[in-house]
């Protein structure tokens, strides 16, 4: 039986091996670096009945990306704790569903003697 803690926990994992990517030296003696950032934001907003839902702005996303690359490592770090975070929370909560299955088995055995 899998839990989500274990897909949050895996993800973490493969995170940090994505992240730990960047300046190291790879083949060809070439370090690894952001290659590229892409981002596509959509607003939602009606100004009346009929009128456009959905908004997005190209100019700003192609700033937006170079925010994000001139500014990764902290976005990067932020990202991971919160996925740690998510990781902690859902784990907690499975923690409950456990020792509650544990009752019931300590039951059933208690039957069984």
Known sequence: MEFHSDKLKRDIIKAQGYLDKLNQVGYLSQVGYI??????TEI???????ATNYHSEKTFDEKLAEVIKEKFDVLAALTLEKMEAEYKA???KEKNYLLHKLAEIETIEKEMA
């Open 35 to 40: 290659h590229r950032v892409k981002v596509d």
């Open 44 to 50: 939602y907003y009606q100004h009346s009945a009929g």
């Open 90 to 92: 859902q784990f907690v």
